[in-house]
Nanobody, 116 residues
């Protein structure tokens, strides 16, 4: 059974940093591209970061480019989202995601609040 377990959310001041983690199990993690999405209050779901299976290719939404980084450790089956220079508009619930056998799998969501 595919499982994605997120951690690391919380409250941070504008300009601060936070790193989210997603521990994956139940599939061949090293063969799977991974993504982070977010949903802000009153807004639709937004793809914020992508990383290829080997970690050699990444892409970011324009709104976070230069501030966020995505990485993975294929030994401990974890994908990370490193967030810096955080802005109030980054406040959202963040979800890690993978696609396995045409089915979308999601983590439970990690809440990030950026506020003074």
């Amino acid at each position: 059974q595919v499982q994605l377990v997120e951690s690391g959310g919380g409250l941070v001041q504008p300009g601060g940093s936070l790193t989210l983690s997603c521990a994956a199990s139940g599939f061949t993690f090293s063969a799977s591209a991974m993504r982070w999405y977010r949903r802000a209050p009153g807004k639709g779901r937004e793809l914020v970061a992508y990383i290829s299976s080997a970690g050699d290719k990444t892409d970011f939404a324009d709104s976070v480019k230069g501030r966020f980084a995505i990485s993975r450790n294929n030994t401990n089956n974890t994908v990370y989202l490193q967030m810096s220079s955080l802005k109030p508009e980054d406040t959202a619930t963040y979800f890690c995601h993978c696609l396995q056998d045409t089915q979308n799998y999601w983590g439970q969501g990690a809440q990030v609040f950026v506020s003074s």
